[in-house]
């Protein structure tokens, strides 16, 4: 047994309490032992910096600085109001230029008007469809929405038809992964960063498997979650996480992960003082979402002396335990509302782990409304093509609509205030709506509230081209 801890000091900010076929750690294994790795990521997206490039004037498309937008990745948390040390993201969050997936920097040097002029279909087709990368150049995100909608807005039957492909590819995408690569995991929103995700300790058993803890947002808290490997070298090759538990309000030091009998772990650290404590108690009320109750709760445990050296058993079979087979694990499945006893949890054919909105009962595809049509279109090319796996939920009046072509599961029927009181202000919440509509063109506006002071909303044109509505311009709206 080979043990390997990283000397460091985390400080967590408030999270929320955590709930608990196919019980064992395969779940956390299968995927490291298959030698098929030619499965499309989108986890290991790049949203990057484009300093000074200029989007094109145009009656639909106004001139922007890309580098309105940038706030380092290390800072997310301050994007949306919440104080989150940089050392949250562990290990440090410094990004790998060697793997183009986690590069924050273009170097292939395109703009904005670069792509909203160009008539290269291929390379347009290339740019829209690079969820990791475009023949070894960094892309930005933003320039996934604008290649993807100026092949819309040239209009030839080429054009169209990459748009075609990149929808097909899209729709080919599951709100599970088999895998996923550690480094830059992008927000599904244009103007919040993503982060940073990396392990914090790690632990490799007698028969080769190594284990890993690292902080996650997927599931719209930040949790604790377990991944492992076989291949720890290969950045790409670490299972899905799996969350272990989101309850921590207290400052973390010396994390240790252990493998103890079979199937079984424990995870060791010093509980601290968390350096927000010593924030100003409206501060902590208001901006960190916390109640009296929570501040009484920490008063208390520092006074009674609970807080030091802490020990965590991680059973593998449980955390994994996955009662009706589709994938989601029992714990993971009651923290999204679904029924862990019900591979199918709203009865509409899908299975809940290939279902990207699984409290919604999707329509047939041939009984769609035009509306809907629309707003498939609209949500595809920009929570899908952001590329993020993380939780999103309908916070608003929007229509509702069956979704494809984003990773990770889409919520109707979740109250995000409710949401935001349990688990803190890490899921994005968004609603959209058709602003105009004629007989061969429509609007759509797409808003987005995290936190106070980060929310934001873009707009996404389309026009009717032989009875299919195609994207032909985005554009990003104010942030508050």
Request: proline share 4%; aromatic share 8%.
């Amino acid at each position: 047994m080979i043990t390997k801890k990283h000397s460091l000091s985390l400080q967590i900010q408030r999270f929320g309490d955590g709930g608990t076929g196919c019980s064992s750690t395969d779940i956390l294994t299968k995927a490291s032992e298959s030698n098929d790795y030619s499965e499309e990521d989108p986890s290991c997206s790049t949203i990057v910096e484009s300093s000074g490039s200029k989007l094109r004037q145009s009656t639909r498309l106004r001139s922007r600085r890309a580098g309105e937008r940038g706030r380092p990745a290390t800072r997310m948390c301050f994007e949306v109001g919440i104080l989150v040390m940089a050392a949250l993201f562990l290990v440090g969050c410094g990004r790998d230029v060697s793997e183009p997936c986690n590069s924050m920097v273009l170097e292939s040097g395109l703009t904005y008007e670069q792509v909203y002029k160009s008539t290269d279909i291929p390379r347009l087709e290339a740019i829209a469809d690079s969820f990791c990368h475009v023949t070894n150049e960094r892309v930005d995100v933003h320039l996934r929405f604008v290649a993807y909608a100026r092949l819309g807005e040239i209009g030839t039957a080429e054009s169209l038809a990459a748009v075609e492909r990149i929808d097909e590819r899209g729709k080919q995408i599951k709100p599970i992964s088999k895998r996923l690569s550690l480094g830059y995991w992008p927000s599904p929103v244009w103007h919040i960063s993503g982060i940073e995700v990396e392990l914090f300790t790690t632990t490799e058993t007698d028969q080769g498997i190594t284990y890993g803890l690292l902080l996650t947002p997927v599931l719209g808290a930040l949790d604790i979650s377990l991944v492992s490997s076989r291949d720890p070298s290969d950045r790409a090759r670490w299972t899905r996480p799996i969350p272990v538990r989101n309850v921590l309000k207290w400052g973390i030091e010396n994390p240790e992960l252990a493998a103890q009998s079979a199937g079984h772990l424990r995870f060791s650290f010093d509980e601290t003082e968390p350096e927000y404590f010593a924030m100003p108690r409206e501060e902590l009320l208001s901006i960190m979402g916390m109640a009296d109750s929570d501040l009484e709760a920490i008063a208390r445990r520092l006074e009674t002396g609970k807080s030091g050296q802490q020990h965590w058993e991680v059973d593998l079979n449980k955390i994994t335990h996955d009662s009706d087979g589709d994938g989601w694990t029992d714990t993971e499945e009651t923290r999204l509302g679904l029924n862990p006893n019900n591979s199918d949890s709203d009865d509409d054919g899908i299975n809940d782990g290939d279902d990207i909105t699984p409290d919604y009962k999707n329509p047939a595809m041939e009984s769609l409304s035009e509306n809907q049509k629309i707003l498939q279109k609209a949500i595809f090319a920009t929570l899908g093509l952001s590329g993020s796996r993380c939780l999103v939920i309908v916070d608003g009046p929007s229509e509702r609509v069956p979704i494809w072509g984003y990773a990770g599961p889409i919520l109707y029927d979740i109250d995000g205030d409710e949401w935001r009181k349990q688990y803190g202000f890490v899921v994005v919440g968004v609603n959209w709506e058709i602003v105009s509509r004629t007989q061969l063109e429509a609007e759509v506006a797409i808003r987005d509230y995290r936190a106070p002071f980060a929310s934001g909303y873009q707009r996404v044109f389309l026009r009717r081209i032989q009875e299919e509505w195609y994207v032909v311009a985005w554009e990003r709206g104010l942030v508050s």
